[in-house]
């Protein structure tokens, strides 16, 4: 006997073998492996859930970050479609470099200061010099006198007797009533004529005189020039004839040369009174002398000065420095006036070249200053203050800032100048660094932005770019434009957000890319959403968080709408759903009945390979059509008596069973 009292069976009521089932709703389980992207999608009975980085009504706009360590220049970032945005070390106009040295003393003696390509050396004396020479002045030069020969007169007063005598030179003249020969002379009561006669007789008898009348007075001039003249003797001893002088000719002198002292290129002589150029006057006062010989060279020479010197001296200086002073003629052949050398300039002071760059140590930082600057600009004092062959520099200038500092500024702009050397070897100067700096060629071109003074300020100045706000041309370049898809922040001191303009999903495809250390968040931007609409899904903070937003959806559990899923997500007309376990998920059919459930529609788009329909169908699985049959209806097989306890229909779960015991 059966172990249950089985229910009487009606008129309709058989017992039939077999086994009979209770309908079972199909399902299927989703397995999540990982945090759905967003946009993937599942999809239930034609119901697609699109999970979402937000669920917000009005939408949410894309946004990344760029992150900055250590930005350098030539580092790039690029956002969209725009150009590249390039950091740069300078933004701007072409400037010069420039540096600022300070005297803090006097620089001494060998001590240098290097100006790009030029070592400027201070010395205590500089070692050009010119050549100099001195004149000394003992005594009285002459002037050029010329020879005078020596004279007599022999005056007729009365007529001569016979017989007398008139001695001229080696010859003795006897008075004769008539001239017969040689050594007479015709006696004539005319005193005119007897002079005639006296001349007429001298004329023909002498070689070593001359003789001539002029109204009655002989004049005797001596043949040889000068003093030998004046030993030629003149007596008489005759009536009516006087002789002048002492027994011999008179007043003979000899010729005095031209007396000379030649400096350089100019010869000058000695004269009486200065007519002209290359003359000195002359003068028996030695101080005198010397102030004409400075005053002749003065107004003459070109190629030496000359001043008054000490004890009756002149310096003689050549005009130029060097060794070339050192062959300047300089010479003399006059009375009274000495030179020193032999024959040239230098031996006061021999002339030394120039060298360049030399500047005189003074004894102050100020004075030490000027000279430096003059020396730099071709200002004043040269040949005194800085070396005759300096020249002004020729890629720096300098000026005076104050009494102890100067500034240097290369003449041209650009880079080049950020490579002049600033050095030097001096304890009492100092430039503010080893080179120029500051210097920068024209950079101002579109997309190039301002490093700054740290990677703080090259982001504030990116901020800038993007927007193309104010420093164009300083912080960035001219001709950058506004960005047309983003909007840009900083939003750390190290970070750059850049936020799509416009809200959605279309802000994610927005792309990015950076080189160097100026680091993007993603690819792309990203958490862009389109406005909140129908099953949107929230990508929870895991997957498990993200199954659970999933089946409220699908139930549309109430408190949810509009925060774990879209407001106006309606309950899934097919499934139920429920959270199996932290990654997975299980979809039953609402309608009983395999045939129908099993045809329920499912997909996904999730990326992860762990994620995944069961048996990668798509379609539920699973469901099973229920035995028909009307209350009361028994079957049996060889475990078990099957009851209906109510009539059951292929979605019926009516059937009840009861095991068969042994007798």
Same mark, same amino acid.
């Given at each position: ?224 020039? @000068?003093? /030998?003249? !004046? %030993?030629?003797?003149?007596? *008489?001893? #005759? =009536?009516? $004839?006087?002789?002048? +002088?002492?027994?011999? &000719? ?71 420095? @060097?060794? /070339?002073? !050192? %062959?300047?003629?300089?010479? *003399?052949? #006059? =009375?009274? $006036?000495?030179?020193? +050398?032999?024959?040239? &300039? ?83 100067? #100092? ?233």
């Amino acid at each position: 006997m059966l172990g249950t009292q089985l229910p009487q069976a009606g008129p309709r009521s058989t017992i039939q073998e077999g086994t009979p089932v209770n309908a079972a709703n199909a399902a299927r389980v989703l397995t999540v492996g990982a945090i759905p992207l967003d946009n993937e999608t599942v999809s239930i009975g034609g119901q697609v859930y699109k999970f979402e980085n937000a669920i917000a009504a009005g939408g949410v706009k894309a946004y990344a970050t760029f992150t900055s360590a250590a930005i350098a220049a030539g580092n790039k970032f690029k956002i969209g479609s725009v150009s590249d945005y390039t950091f740069r070390d300078y933004v701007g106009i072409a400037t010069k470099a420039a540096s600022d040295g300070v005297f803090s003393s006097f620089v001494a003696d060998t001590k240098w200061i290097k100006l790009d390509t030029i070592t400027y050396t201070y010395k205590t004396a500089l070692t050009e010099k010119k050549a100099q020479g001195t004149v000394t002045v003992s005594g009285t030069p002459l002037a050029k006198v010329d020879n005078i020969d020596a004279t007599g007169t022999i005056t007729v007063t009365g007529t001569p007797v016979g017989n007398e005598e008139l001695v001229v030179g080696a010859q003795t003249f006897l008075f004769k009533a008539a001239r017969s020969g040689a050594g007479e002379i015709t006696i004539d009561a005319d005193n005119t004529n007897q002079a005639v006669n006296i001349v007429a007789a001298i004329t023909a008898d002498l070689a070593t005189v001359t003789a001539s009348n002029t109204l009655g007075v002989v004049i005797v001039t001596s043949v040889a020039h @000068g003093t /030998a003249g !004046n %030993a030629i003797p003149l007596t *008489e001893a #005759a =009536t009516g $004839i006087e002789v002048s +002088g002492s027994g011999t &000719l008179e007043n003979g002198t000899d010729a005095v040369a031209e007396q000379h002292l030649v400096v350089g290129a100019q010869s000058y002589k000695f004269v009486n009174l200065r007519g002209g150029v290359g003359e000195i006057t002359i003068s028996a006062d030695n101080p005198t002398q010397v102030t004409n010989i400075v005053a002749a060279i003065t107004a003459d020479s070109t190629d030496v000065t000359a001043v008054d010197g000490a004890l009756d001296t002149v310096l003689i200086t050549a005009a130029t420095i @060097g060794v /070339a002073g !050192n %062959a300047l003629t300089f010479t *003399e052949d #006059a =009375t009274g $006036i000495a030179v020193d +050398g032999a024959g040239t &300039l230098g031996t006061t002071t021999a002339g030394v070249n120039s060298i360049a760059n030399e500047i005189l140590v003074e004894a102050t930082a100020e004075a030490a200053l000027n000279n430096f600057v003059s020396a730099t600009t071709g200002g004043a004092g040269v040949g005194v203050k800085y070396s005759t062959l300096t020249v002004a520099h020729a890629t720096v200038d300098v000026t005076k800032t104050n009494a102890s500092t100067i500034h240097a500024v290369a003449k041209s702009t650009g880079d080049a100048g950020n490579l002049f050397d600033t050095t030097t070897d001096s304890a009492d100067f #100092a430039w503010t660094g080893l080179v120029l700096a500051g210097g920068h060629d024209l950079q101002d071109t579109a997309y190039d932005v301002w490093l700054g003074v740290s990677d703080e300020a090259a982001i504030d100045n990116a901020v800038l770019a993007i927007s193309a706000g104010a420093g164009a041309g300083t912080n960035y370049g001219t001709g950058t434009v506004a960005h047309t898809q983003v909007d840009s922040a900083k939003t750390a001191a190290d970070t750059l957000t850049v936020t799509a303009k416009t809200i959605g999903d279309a802000g994610n495809a927005i792309a990015l890319t950076n080189t160097g250390n100026f680091t993007k968040s993603s690819a792309t931007l990203l958490h862009g959403e389109d406005t909140e609409a129908a099953n949107g899904v929230l990508i929870g903070a895991s997957a498990e968080t993200s199954i659970e937003n999933l089946v409220s959806a699908i139930l549309t559990t109430a408190g949810d709408e509009g925060v774990k899923w879209g407001t106006g997500t309606v309950t899934n007309a097919y499934c139920t759903a429920a959270k199996t376990t932290p990654s997975t998920m299980t979809a039953t059919a609402i309608v009983a009945g395999g045939t129908t459930g099993n045809a329920i529609a499912i997909a996904e788009t999730l990326s992860n390979a762990g994620s995944f329909w069961a048996g990668g169908t798509t379609v539920l699985g699973g469901g099973v059509d229920g035995t028909e049959a009307p209350k009361g209806k028994i079957m049996f097989d060889t475990s078990n008596v099957y009851v209906a306890t109510a009539e059951n229909s292929v979605s019926g779960k009516n059937w009840k069973k009861t095991a068969l015991g042994a007798l």
